[in-house]
Nanobody, 117 residues
């Protein structure tokens, strides 16, 4: 069983920055995919950024030049540096990880990011 614990959300003014963290714990911490999704009110959950099995990084077009994903050496934690935030970035951000063997998807509980003046 894997647990994903997120932190770092909050309220920020337009143009500001936040850094989200996600730390995995439990057994079988070998992931083929690990990254971040978000869901805004009334919208579907969407990919923000992720590392895939080939260590490639994928970004949503809307965040490509403003957000940066990184991870620790053991690939058991991911971070999302978010700069130049705007109102459209307001959403609940979820950490996601897929285990390499069973290909089971795990989700964190979500952390709220609100961009408002």
């Amino acid at each position: 069983q894997v647990q994903l614990e997120e932190s770092g959300g909050g309220l920020v003014q337009p143009g500001g920055s936040l850094r989200l963290s996600c730390v995995a714990s439990g057994r079988g911490l070998v992931f083929s995919i690990m990254g971040w999704y978000r869901q805004a009110p009334g919208k579907e959950r969407e990919l923000v950024a992720s590392f895939d099995v080939a260590r490639r990084i994928n970004y949503a077009d809307s965040v490509k030049d403003r957000f940066r994903i990184s991870r620790n050496k053991a690939a058991t934690a991911v971070y999302l540096q978010m700069d130049s935030l705007n109102a459209e970035d307001t959403a609940v951000y979820y950490c996601h990880a897929r285990t390499a063997g069973s290909r089971y998807d795990y989700w964190g509980q979500g952390t709220q990011v609100t961009v408002s003046s």
